[in-house]
Every structure is written in structure tokens, then in C-alpha cells.
């Protein structure tokens, strides 16, 4: 047992000094200080190679910054705070494409102009996320306003009305669900009851509901965790069925315990374990070369996403907290084990060199991907996930120790 507690205090320690790292790096290059909001397409060395700003980014680095302001004592400090404040004043001001409607751009300008709308609730919920945690670290209640306000109106857009969405109903499509959507609707339930008994009582139903409609995910006996199944919760057919996303279905799986953690419900933590954590894992594991594959298919087959075999940072970092979560929860060394499996792999194959975000060296490049879809020449990471996945990790690990 003291070793075991000497181990995860080296795994404390080296997380934090990485999550230092990387915060001094994005609070010196992200930042727009002439129009607000952040930069996230960055070099190694900071340099900005696309002004773009991604309105999921924007509420993502909005949250980050406040939440580590909020939870950890040595973050506590002005510069972030101002920062997380200019970030959410130029969602405010430029995030919905159409004001007084909800609507939220997917990408703006550097200037806040909108460039393309998405079909879809994501940029809306980090925009969510955003305006809650700006309540909590300010007690300004407009910004509880603009998240509780949206917060309904993607209620209504998942489970009465998609038509403000702006999907075309097309006679040929066929009615299914992402995993994606009941899990981004769990997690704002989480956000916004947190410590708060109002808002936790009125999405209560609505985050067993999500929870129902992840766990129809799970398919063929128990035996696989499938990305999109039908409404009624039954497996698809062709590639869209077939189609799985280990690192998502881990996510996911720590969502859940989040969620049985707060229900009180022993049984369901157990389910999830089983089926969110360790089957995943084991499915998607390489054992030739270690790492999380980015998509398989169920049944074995080549899967139509050409990066299929990448090793992206994001899957790896979704492990991590997954087995530390479930070791907290369970207190089941094998899932410790397996969290010192990916993370000596993960931190092992990542360097950062000088910068304040992850990379490889060329030569590594086809096994894991920075922060996105693929590397660039330089090692930068595509647009899509940046700041992202590496402060959430890197913020959630030493809590959890």
C-alpha cells in the first residue's frame, strides 16, 4: 500500500508539472488581445498559423481556465480569471449567429464574424459550460442566465424539436443516435447541478435519461460498444452500425461513473466498469505497439475513417481518467494498473520539447497524433482538439489522486 501511494504521488507530482507547462504556454500565446477571445492553432513555438476561432474551443478554454481558477489553489489568480472574462465576453458578443435565436456559430473569424454553422448541439453546449462556470467564479448572474437559457433550448432542440437545428429530414436517411449527443447532455447536467440543488433537482430525470440512452450503446450481448444505434436503441446496419470509437466509449464510461456516483447506484458503477472501461480497453488496445486505435469496426473489418489507426492524444488522455476514476471509485487495482499502462505509453510518446502542448517527432507521428485528426510538418496539431483534452487531463488527474 506505500508503494502504491508513493507511485501515484510521482504520477501527482509529474502531472502537475506538466499541466504548469502547458498553461504557461497557452496563457502567453493563445491569448487575442485586441479582438478577446483565443487563438488555437498553435505552433511549438507559439507561433499562430490560422486565426480562426472555433466557438467549442472558445467555451472549452473559457471553462478550463475557470474551473483550474476554481479548484486548484495555485491557479487562483487574476491574469486567468481576466483572461477566462475576455474569453467569455467575445462568445457574448459574436458565439450566436442570429441573436436573439440560440444558435451558435461552429467557426468565427478573428473578429467574431461567423464562417460556418454546424448541424448540431456541440458549440452550444461548451458555450453552456462557459457561461456556468463564469457564474461560479464571478456571481455574475447574466452569465447563469445565457447557460441555463441555452441549456433548455438544446433540450428541446435533442428530445422535442431538431428542426432549429437546421437538419434537412431527407426520406432516406435513417433515424439513429450518436453516442455523442446523451453524453454531452450528462455532462451539462453534472455542470450545472453542481453544488447547486435547484438546477440538480430540475435536470435529475433528464440525466437518467442519458444515462438509459448511452447505456443502448452498448450491443451484441454485451460484447461491443457501438458509436450510433437506432432511436429505439437496436444495432444498425452497414459501416454506420458497425462503426466504434474506443476513446469515446471510455469517456463515456467515466461520464457514467460520474453519474453513479451521484445517484448512489453501486450496480450501474459495476455495469460500467465492465463495459465502458474494459471492454473498450481491450478491444482497442494495439498489442503490437501499444495505444488506443482511433476507430474499429465491430466486426473486424477495415473501417471507413482513413485514420482509423492513428494514436491521437485524445483517446489516451479519455483512458487515463477513466481507470483513476474507476480505481477511485472502486478502489480495484487493475484498473490502477491499467492507468500506469497508458499513461507511461502516452507520456512516453509524447513530447512537448520546449512548447506547452503535445507533439512527436516525425518518425512517431503514424502511432499517435498530437491533439487532433493528424500532425502537420512541425508537429502542430489540427484545429479540433488543442487545448481540448491536454488542461482537462492534466487538471483532473492530480484531483482525483
Not at 458578443?93 to 454553422?117: I, M, Q, S, Y
Not at 448541424?119 to 457561461?131: G, L, Q
Not at 447536467?189 to 440525466?207: F, I, N, P, T
Not at 518518425?363 to 484545429?383: I, S
Request: some cysteine; glycine content about 10%.
Amino acid at each position: 500500500m506505500e508503494k502504491e501511494r508513493e507511485t501515484l504521488q510521482a504520477w501527482k507530482e509529474r502531472v502537475g508539472q506538466e499541466l504548469d507547462r502547458v498553461m504557461a504556454f497557452w496563457l502567453e500565446h493563445s491569448h487575442d488581445r485586441e479582438h478577446g477571445g483565443f487563438f488555437t492553432c498553435l505552433g511549438r513555438d507559439g507561433r499562430v498559423y490560422d486565426d480562426l476561432k472555433y466557438v467549442w474551443l472558445q467555451g472549452r478554454q473559457v471553462w478550463m481556465y475557470c474551473r483550474l481558477y476554481r479548484k486548484l489553489e495555485r491557479f487562483h489568480r487574476p491574469e486567468l480569471l481576466d483572461a477566462a472574462k475576455a474569453g467569455g465576453e467575445f462568445l457574448l458578443r459574436h458565439a450566436r449567429v442570429a441573436p436573439p435565436e440560440k444558435k451558435c456559430a461552429f467557426v468565427l473569424t478573428r473578429d467574431g464574424r461567423p464562417v460556418k454553422v454546424q448541424r448540431s448541439i456541440f458549440s452550444e453546449c461548451f458555450y453552456t459550460m462557459a457561461m456556468n462556470e463564469l457564474w461560479r467564479v464571478t456571481a455574475e448572474a447574466r452569465y447563469q442566465s445565457e447557460a441555463v437559457e441555452m441549456m433548455d433550448q438544446i433540450v428541446h432542440w435533442v428530445r422535442e424539436d431538431p428542426s432549429g437545428l437546421g437538419r434537412p429530414q431527407l426520406p432516406g436517411a435513417v433515424a439513429s443516435e450518436s453516442m455523442a449527443v446523451p453524453m454531452m447532455l450528462l455532462c451539462l447536467v453534472e455542470q450545472l447541478g453542481e453544488e447547486d440543488e435547484e438546477l440538480a433537482g430540475r435536470y435529475a430525470q433528464l440525466g437518467h435519461w442519458c444515462a438509459r440512452r448511452i447505456l443502448q450503446h452498448v450491443q451484441r450481448d454485451g460484447q461491443a460498444v457501438l458509436e450510433n444505434v437506432s432511436e429505439d436503441g437496436e444495432e444498425l446496419s452497414g459501416c454506420l452500425g458497425r462503426h466504434q470509437n474506443p476513446g469515446h466509449a471510455l469517456e463515456a464510461g467515466w461520464f457514467l461513473l460520474r453519474h453513479s456516483s451521484r445517484s448512489g447506484d453501486a450496480k450501474l458503477r459495476a455495469h460500467v466498469i465492465d463495459t465502458f472501461l474494459l471492454l473498450p480497453f481491450r478491444s482497442g488496445w494495439d498489442a503490437d505497439h501499444g495505444g488506443l486505435f482511433y476507430f474499429q469496426d465491430a466486426d473486424g473489418l477495415c473501417p471507413t475513417q482513413l485514420e482509423w489507426a492513428m494514436k491521437l492524444w485524445w483517446p489516451h488522455s479519455e483512458a487515463m481518467i477513466a481507470f483513476l476514476m474507476g480505481y477511485s471509485e472502486s478502489g480495484d487495482p487493475a484498473l490502477l494498473r491499467l492507468f500506469y499502462q497508458v499513461a507511461e505509453y502516452t507520456f512516453r510518446q509524447v513530447r512537448g520539447g520546449g512548447s506547452g502542448q503535445p507533439f512527436l517527432p516525425r518518425r512517431a507521428r503514424a502511432r499517435l497524433g498530437g491533439g487532433g485528426r493528424k500532425l502537420g510538418r512541425d508537429g502542430e496539431a489540427h484545429p479540433v482538439h488543442l487545448f481540448h483534452h491536454p488542461p482537462p487531463l492534466l487538471g483532473v488527474v492530480p484531483l482525483q489522486v
